[in-house]
């Protein structure tokens, strides 16, 4: 399976960007390792990793500690080397899916059941903390529906999140370099 994997770290000086080569870990706390050397004063760490223009994954580390973790389907641990290695040990997140829509309101970060909402779809299966990125600006049902919209790769949620937390400029450019 190809990957994309780049880590978005917070600072003192703001947001840094940077393309991150997952092929020689071989455990989640080695990953861990990988986001604390891209700044080991960071505030926030954040690892978005994408795979098969099918899945992601967010990793978090707060001040280097505390790895969170939210997968956007449980699958890509049965289907991948990667998947079982950042996956592995993640358990089901506590949002019902029934619960977030996606649509029109969806997309102003209001609450479902605005009139042109839809359900998200249903084909997937999210394991982990899709709360990790609220204090952020990303509440856990925004990035349910994110990973739901039909038709959207991991990729576009990628580039919505970091616009949302404030360094999509900067995943921008390291995509287009």
């Known amino acids: ?50 795979s098969d223009e099918t899945y992601l994954v967010i990793l978090r580390l707060d001040d280097g500690e505390d790895l969170r973790v939210f997968g956007s389907d449980k699958v890509f641990a049965e289907e991948s080397r990667l998947g079982a290695l950042l996956l592995g040990d993640v358990e089901e997140p506590a949002i019902d ?38 204090d952020l600006g990303v509440s856990g049902h925004r990035l349910l529906e994110l990973c739901g919209r039909d038709g959207t790769l991991p990729s576009d949620v990628t580039a919505e999140v970091c616009q949302l937390i404030g360094c999509g400029d900067d995943m921008e450019e390291l995509r287009e370099g």
């Open 1 to 50: 399976m190809s990957y994309f994997a780049a880590a978005a770290v917070r600072g003192s000086d703001g947001w840094t960007v940077t393309e991150t080569d997952l092929s020689g870990v071989a455990d989640i706390e080695e990953v861990a390792d990988l986001m604390r050397e891209v700044d080991p004063e960071a505030q926030v760490s954040l690892l978005f990793v994408e």
């Open 97 to 134: 899916l029934e619960s977030v829509a996606v649509g029109a309101g969806a997309q102003r970060g209001d609450s479902a059941g605005d009139e042109g909402t839809r359900p998200v779809q249903t084909d997937f299966e999210p394991v982990g903390d899709p709360e990790l990125l609220a």
